[in-house]
């Protein structure tokens, strides 16, 4: 993977409190700009990804603000880590927007990458006040890569013991997946909350044609349901993109920048 440095401005930190009470910790790459874009990282991960990094400068280094967070469980932000939590995470997008609105910005773009992709198409689906959405390399079925994690029988296994602990190779848990946070995942179904998604927000999906941990046939799922949609194949990347940044950053940019009405 190629070496990304980092050497701009780290983002000015903010917390917002959920509706849980619970501290979400953010960097806010401030260009004086009204408008916000809010990017959301994907499982396991944290607003230092560097997928998510670098679309951030690229943003400010445009005169575009952007602003990204951890989710509650993940990275600094308070809250227990769970397998589950796609609506959960959504509603912690809203409350991230609904603090900025309080402070009088407007954030004119929402971007999840992996889980993230499906949380800001959820929060479409569910809130209908931002009318830019953009899904990289997120999961249309969300059963896919359930098994390959948790292994064969898991739904019996984790009825059996009420939950099943993924460890790495060393034998050290790196997470548990209660029986509640799997239904959550396995329950959440794109598909419907895509026709949700008002006529009138634009959805851009970018994924990688050679994404193995998303296949690319997943992009093509939400391109068929989602009624104002741009699909975006990048020949080549995988699914951090780690060799086409570039390639993410000037299709993310200009679907930005594009009028709403186009």
């Known amino acids: 993977m190629a070496a990304t440095h980092f050497e701009q401005?780290?983002?000015?930190?903010?917390?917002?409190?959920?509706?849980?009470?619970?501290?979400?910790?953010?960097?806010?790459?401030?260009?004086?700009?009204?408008e916000i874009v809010v990017l959301c990282h994907g499982f396991q991960s944290s607003k230092e990804s560097s997928t998510i990094m670098s679309l951030a400068y690229a943003l400010e280094k445009e005169g575009i603000t952007a602003f990204r967070f951890d989710f509650a469980g993940n990275g600094e932000s308070e809250g227990t880590f769970q397998y589950g939590n796609y609506r959960r995470e959504a509603d912690d997008l809203?409350?991230?927007?609904?603090?900025?609105?309080?402070?009088?910005?407007?954030?004119?773009?929402?971007?999840?990458?992996?889980k993230g992709g499906n949380v800001v198409l959820l929060y479409a689906s569910k809130y209908h006040d931002v009318h830019r959405v953009i899904n990289v390399a997120g999961r249309y079925k969300t059963e896919g890569g359930v098994e390959e994690r948790l292994g064969k029988g898991y739904l019996q296994k984790v009825k059996e013991d009420g939950f099943i602990d993924v460890k790495a190779r060393t034998g050290e848990v790196l997470y548990r997946v209660t029986e509640e946070s799997l239904m959550d995942r396995l329950d959440t179904n794109m598909h419907e909350a895509c026709l949700q998604i008002d006529k009138d927000c634009k959805v851009l999906t970018v994924h990688g044609s050679d994404d193995s941990v998303v296949r690319v046939e997943e992009a093509l799922g939400f391109a068929k349901v989602i009624p104002n949609h741009k699909l975006q194949i990048i020949e080549g990347a995988d699914h951090s993109f780690s060799e086409h940044r570039d390639d993410l950053t000037s299709i993310v940019l200009s679907f930005i920048k594009e009028p709403l009405n186009q």
């Open 9 to 34: 401005n780290p983002g000015q930190k903010i917390v917002v409190v959920n509706k849980h009470g619970e501290n979400l910790v953010g960097l806010l790459h401030e260009t004086g700009s009204n």
């Open 94 to 114: 809203h409350s991230v927007i609904q603090h900025f609105h309080e402070a009088n910005r407007v954030t004119c773009a929402i971007l999840g990458h992996s």
